[in-house]
T-cell receptor, first 111, second 118 residues
Framework: TQLLEQSPQFLSIQEGENLTVYCNSS?????LQWYRQEPGEGPVLLVT?????EVKKLKRLTFQFGDARKDSSLHITAAQPGDTGLYLC???????????FGIGTKLQVIP | GAVVSQHPSRVICKSGTSVKIECRSL??????MFWYRQFPKKSLMLMAT?????????EQGVEKDKFLINHASLTLSTLTVTSAHPEDSSFYIC??????????????FGPGTRLTVL
């Protein structure tokens, strides 16, 4: 079973600041997904990365997959209060199509 | 597309009673659905994989007789928490994998059900 570590666990920043959160694994991902979850809601898929070195952009969010496919980062430019939430990385390398989630980074953007 | 609903969104019940939670894929078919549990300030823990027309596959440590799963159609899976106790209080989330999508096991999540057992 993949062990996913996310850092930092908590992050509180001012509106307009940039930030980066990280996801690291003990072994190689076949593919990695990033989700955002708001309180009392289910996670919403943001992106799936597959190829080592891959970079994907979603408006102000930039996702990078490490060359060795064992780590990933999410960079947010000019954070806004609407970015507040729990950011989860997930690996779906498990059998029976199981997805394993990291513990998440809880982001708070203060207006 | 790929919308998943859950019902109810919140439920409060007395200890010893049973509670049924429904998970529906609204605009797609899902042979496989998943049930997760999330404790406060914790990540999602997979409880079981629900397969249409067959028995669910439970994760280690999850009691099959306590958490009954039924996946009777391609758009509906139900989780029944039997003889609920206060320690079963949690946020239960289901997800569904879109059958026709080929890419990377993407799952779509329901909004969750908050269960409180008194």
């Amino acid at each position: 079973t993949q062990l996913l570590e996310q850092s930092p666990q908590f992050l509180s920043i001012q509106e307009g600041e940039n930030l980066t959160v990280y996801c690291n694994s003990s072994s190689v991902f076949s593919s990695l997904q990033w989700y955002r979850q708001e309180p009392g809601e289910g996670p919403v898929l943001l992106v799936t990365v597959v190829t080592g070195g891959e970079v994907k952009k979603l408006k102000r969010l930039t996702f990078q997959f490490g060359d060795a496919r064992k780590d990933s980062s999410l960079h947010i430019t000019a954070a806004q209060p609407g970015d507040t939430g729990l950011y989860l990385c997930a690996d779906n390398s498990g059998g029976y199509q199981k997805v394993t989630f990291g513990i998440g980074t809880k982001l708070q953007v203060i207006p | 597309g790929a919308v998943v609903s859950q019902h109810p969104s919140r439920v409060i019940c007395k200890s010893g009673t049973s509670v049924k939670i429904e998970c529906r894929s609204l605009d797609f078919q899902a042979t496989t659905m998943f049930w997760y549990r999330q404790f406060p300030k914790k990540s999602l823990m997979l409880m079981a994989t629900s397969n249409e027309g067959s028995k669910a596959t439970y994760e280690q440590g999850v009691e099959k007789d306590k958490f009954l799963i039924n996946h009777a159609s391609l758009t509906l899976s139900t989780l029944t928490v039997t003889s609920a106790h206060p320690e079963d209080s949690s946020f239960y989330i289901c997800s569904a994998r879109v059958d026709t999508r080929s890419s990377y096991n993407e799952q779509f999540f329901g909004p969750g059900t908050r269960l409180t057992v008194l």
